[in-house]
């Protein structure tokens, strides 16, 4: 009888289970690029982006920018700061907002169905599974950039500009403890008149989503997901011999990930408080949305003394948050550090504070998450990856 059942199990080793494996990776890219779009839609709706367009083309768009992909503008998009060479370059910005929602549903049910798999996983049949959901979300990522094209209307009104400083028309630019300057000069192509022209300007821009490199960006972008959440994840099943990155690399992979996810909560917690009292919260949340994770994830290397390299032209750096807008505005290269925003904004010094914060949670919960113990023969060991009945319990 015993040796009946160990042919039956090592038979059944051999044969990868394909109905389980298909089914699985459609729910995990189903649910991921559901996420995606309706977050890519909601925060566009959000910031009244579907009055210029319409809102399915601006969906597929950035959801394929969501997975890594690009697009490529045309038409006229000189009113933005962008010409010659520039105009024709390809728009890589990543909605990390989109990017975020994706990566969760998709690792979660990733995760699921290794777990579902027993308390080992052979290596074949866990190849088969991540290049399944892989090779399923790239082919989706191909129809989303062939309906990932169409042509908007940007009004420059609906943008907001005409309650920038100068905007409304009349007068001029006013700088605190300084007066207005609108009389002095062109200072670097910010006068009045050029607001109030981007204001009253209706560009028709198009924009059609790149195939090939969109497609890339998807394998590698989903790729990396799947790995960050098979290191990161402490109950999922890994191959015989990985017990080494069951101990090892998996409490600091999870600790990174948990810190990640709690700035960017702590990100979206800012942005409802300034949605509260501002003139318009929906926008305010549209872009929370689509890129919180954008701006918290910068502030951390900046919070921790690492210093970037910055660069901004055009009428619309007036826009970016505040004090990054008012070191970038010159349009030079400048060096972004937290001692120099800080001295625009003395509450920068409190991205310091938090990201000492978040490197001693990262400390905290690594020492917490590691499966320490000491086995029968005095050497430091820990479980398996599924505990005290995988490969290194009693039935390993």
Known sequence: ??????????????????????????????????????????????????????????????????????????????????????????????????????????SWFFLRSLRAAGVVIAPSELLARAGAVVALFVAMLGGLAWAGRDVITIDGSSLGLDDLPGGGGGGGIEIPGVGDIGDIGDIEGLLPDQIGGLIDAKAAVGFTVDTAPTLLGGLGWSAGILLIALLASRRTPLPR??????????????????????????????????????????????????????????????????????????????????????????????????????????????????????????????????PVGVGGDGVVGAAGPAGPDGPDGPDG
Do not use: C
Request: glycine fraction near 12%.
């Open 1 to 106: 009888m015993s040796a009946s059942m160990n042919v039956e199990t090592a038979k059944h080793g051999t044969r990868l289970p394909w109905g389980d494996i298909a089914l699985s990776a459609i729910a995990s890219v189903s649910w991921a690029l559901i996420g995606m779009a309706g977050t890519a839609a909601l925060g566009l709706h959000l910031l009244e982006a579907d009055t210029a367009g319409s809102l399915g083309p601006m969906t597929a768009a950035v959801v394929a920018l969501g997975a890594g992909g690009s697009v490529t503008p045309s038409g006229d998009v000189s009113a933005f700061g962008l010409t010659g060479a520039e105009a024709a370059t390809a728009i890589e910005i990543t909605p990390l907002g989109v990017s975020l929602v994706g990566a969760l549903l998709l």
């Open 241 to 370: 011999g990985w017990e080494a990155v069951h101990r090892v690399v998996r409490p600091a992979a999870s600790a990174l990930v948990t810190v990640l996810l709690v700035a960017v909560a702590a990100g979206f917690a800012a942005a409802a408080y300034a949605a509260i009292g501002d003139d318009h919260p929906k926008r305010i949340a549209g872009a929370a949305l689509l890129g919180a994770p954008n701006g918290v994830w910068l502030g951390i290397p900046i919070g921790l003394f690492v210093p970037w390299d910055g660069k901004a032209t055009g009428e619309l750096v007036r826009l970016l948050p505040d004090p990054l807008d008012d070191l970038l505005s010159p349009g030079t290269d400048q060096n972004v550090t937290l001692g120099r925003l800080a001295d625009l904004d003395g509450r920068v010094w409190l991205l310091g504070v938090a990201a000492a914060l978040m490197m001693l949670l990262a400390g905290v919960l690594v020492a917490v998450r590691t």
